[in-house]
């Protein structure tokens, strides 16, 4: 996952005025805009790698275990890297200089931009260095970082895709799905529409934040005042995900009060977006597009009625999930853990919250600590009641230490409170953001009563139920901290099948309800889009299973075991494009778990991208009974029917 970060320093707003926070962050904001243009990367972009000669695998990072790897296999693809950077040490690396910090660097290679190859506890101060030294782009490898880290250092930026239907593609924008986002979807598309070379765009979004929606209030205004506005096709992952549940990205979950799936879809087609439910579609879709045809899309997601308001600071009117369904959709995952009821209790008690017991649940109102992934900043979500379709965001300045500047009475003012709440809802807001900085939260979510104190004008705000704890692991597994939570986590809601897997092989597994199909996907984008448009195929897939974009013929295997503890599976899709994962591989590797695990169940494989004309040859020629296909159509309506055949082998 690759993002773009902003070449201005913001660490340190927290002890400022809020009416200074606000001012400079708009001077940043409009600084950070001027920086868009560095996105147009290409041959003539200088690069140098901080990081440079890391060679030794460690648990705390891939990225640093991989920056010799990676620069050699860049230059081999012609990316002009110019030298790199490894603290107090000058020489020479692969050929190419090595300087003792970015600001050597950029005074002796003059680079455009740098990538950041060091181990996660180190990444922040790393990005700072970068920004300091005014690199026009930072990019950086979002797994592994901590959350807290990102939100100390500067505010980040979800995904977008670009492709020219029929010549390749012009440009491509790819952001990565963590929490913290680094290039918003709005600032690719005020890139591409102005780009010379690109004549339609293929944008590609999926569950968690509101950047579809924000790329929506683009669109229109660019097709309002544009005489000949660019095609534009989306797909949006995620319309089966769990509530609740990580769908493999970091960021690919919704927090309270953000869209759905189904919300992003019906936003972009009200402004003329054509939608697509599977990336394959987009090259038939826009080439009609680009020769006058007006096209509806090609197997479209199914939309629903969901209704959406667009207001300042206010979420958007939708579905929320219950409690219940938030509970049970709570299980760990690769970047997080979140902690028993007792836990979350015990922690706000530490606060000196007041916790009500058997209160009214029509009394109850939402009050949650999380991140605005829009302003890249934390923020509280409150509501007049208990849940979200009428909760507004508070962003507060991010401080580690001492008291935040929250805007107390405007939080209350939304909440139906009367003044004689402020002082107790202070106390309640303080301990819970206290709680959200100390643990390194991503969300702190509960439900409030108001209690009267006395028949005086003092009430007392106190909390009678807590949604969500949610902590991000990579605080511990990255960095050492927080490790006293990790004996407060819920193994209750843990599926020992998905940690295991998830723990030891780097694989995400989920499994769904109803299902019959097992998936067995690299990279959690296309997995997700994977189960959306089997559903749309009228297909029900058995789980959500990710390899990672470096799967390998062991990873491939170790996957087929998991998909089969499931019994209810009935046939395994194998849907992979090759990017990074070459197909001949995950052929060897379906070859491989077809022989040693003894098949009882028909597999359909569908392999496209680098190397698919031999990861086809290898399965085609294997005598074994695959089912191999090229067009995803094809593949879903095979798997689907062996599914419901019931076939065994």
């Not at 092989?505 to 309800?513: A, F, H, N, S």
């Not at 994977?530 to 195929?537: I, N, R």
Request: charged share 20%; aromatic share 4%; net charge neutral.
């Amino acid at each position: 996952m690759l993002r773009s970060v902003s070449r201005i320093r913001v660490s340190g707003l927290g002890q400022l005025p809020r009416h200074l926070v606000d001012n400079i962050s708009r001077r940043r904001y409009s600084a950070y805009e001027s920086t868009l243009k560095n996105l147009k990367i290409g041959s003539h972009t200088r690069v140098i790698f901080q990081g440079f000669t890391g060679k030794q695998a460690s648990q705390t990072s891939v990225a640093a275990a991989s920056a010799t790897a990676n620069a050699r296999e860049s230059l081999e693809w012609g990316t002009n890297i110019v030298g790199g950077v490894t603290p107090g040490r000058e020489g020479e690396h692969l050929g190419l200089p090595v300087l003792p910090s970015v600001r050597k660097a950029v005074e002796v290679l003059n680079p455009d931009a740098t990538g950041i190859y060091v181990a996660a506890h180190q990444a922040a101060g790393a990005i700072e260095e970068a920004i300091e030294a005014e690199v026009p782009l930072i990019v950086a490898v979002a797994e592994h970082i901590p959350l807290h880290d990102m939100l100390r250092v500067c505010i980040i930026f979800p995904a977008g895709s670009t492709l020219r239907s029929g010549l390749g593609q012009s440009m491509c924008i790819g952001v990565g799905g963590d929490i913290l986002p680094g290039t918003s979807i709005k600032e690719g598309l005020q890139i591409l529409v102005e780009d010379n070379d690109t004549e339609g765009i293929a944008l590609i979004g999926e569950i968690g934040g509101d950047a579809e929606l924000e790329a929506a209030d683009y669109i229109r205004e660019y097709r309002a005042k544009t005489a000949n506005p660019k095609p534009i096709a989306a797909l949006i992952g995620g319309v089966k995900a769990v509530p609740g549940r990580i769908m493999g990205h970091a960021g690919a979950f919704a927090l309270p009060g953000e869209p759905s799936a189904l919300d992003k879809i019906e936003a972009l087609k009200r402004v003329g977006v054509t939608i697509v439910n599977h990336p394959s579609r987009f090259g038939p879709v826009l080439k009609s597009m680009l020769s006058g045809s007006t096209s509806t899309g090609a197997g479209v997601a199914t939309a629903g009625h969901a209704s959406q308001r667009r207001e300042l600071h206010t979420i958007a009117r939708r579905p929320v999930p219950t409690q219940l369904t938030l509970q049970q959709g709570n299980a760990n995952q690769k970047r997080t853990l979140y902690l028993t009821k007792s836990a979350a209790f015990d922690l706000l008690r530490q606060q000196g919250v007041s916790i009500a017991e058997n209160a009214n649940p029509g009394a109850q109102k939402l009050l949650a600590i999380t991140v605005n992934r829009s302003t890249r900043s934390p923020c509280i979500i409150a509501s007049p009641s208990s849940n979200a379709s009428a909760a507004a965001k508070f962003d507060f300045a991010y401080s580690a230490n001492g008291k935040p500047d929250v805007p107390i009475p405007a939080v209350a003012e939304h909440m139906g409170l009367d003044a004689g709440s402020i002082d107790s809802l202070r106390q309640v807001i303080n301990a819970l953001v206290t709680i959200f900085t100390e643990k390194e939260a991503f969300l702190v979510e509960t439900q409030v009563i108001i209690a009267r104190s006395g028949g005086g004008n003092h009430h007392t705000v106190e909390l009678t139920a807590v949604g969500r704890f949610g902590l991000d692991d990579a605080a511990f597994r990255s960095c050492g901290r927080q490790a006293e939570v990790q004996g407060l986590r819920d193994p209750a809601v843990e599926d020992p099948t998905e940690v295991g897997i998830v723990q030891k092989d780097g694989i995400v597994y989920i499994r769904l309800e109803d299902g019959d199909i097992g998936t067995l996907v690299n990279g959690a984008g296309l997995a997700m889009n994977t189960v959306d448009a089997l559903a749309d195929a009228g297909g029900r897939a058995a789980n959500f299973l990710d390899t990672g974009g470096k799967a390998t013929s062991e990873t491939v295997k170790r996957s087929f075991e998991v998909i089969l503890t499931d019994p209810r599976v009935k046939c395994i899709f194998v849907n992979i494009f090759g990017g990074l994962t070459r197909g001949d591989m995950i052929a060897r590797g379906v070859v491989m778990a077809f022989q040693d695990l003894q098949m009882s169940v028909p597999v359909v494989v569908r392999i496209r991208g680098t190397n698919e004309k031999e990861g086809q040859r290898i399965i085609a020629e294997s005598g074994l009974p695959l089912f191999a296909f090229d067009d995803f159509d094809e593949a879903a309506a095979k798997a689907i029917e062996l599914a419901k055949d019931g076939l065994h082998l």
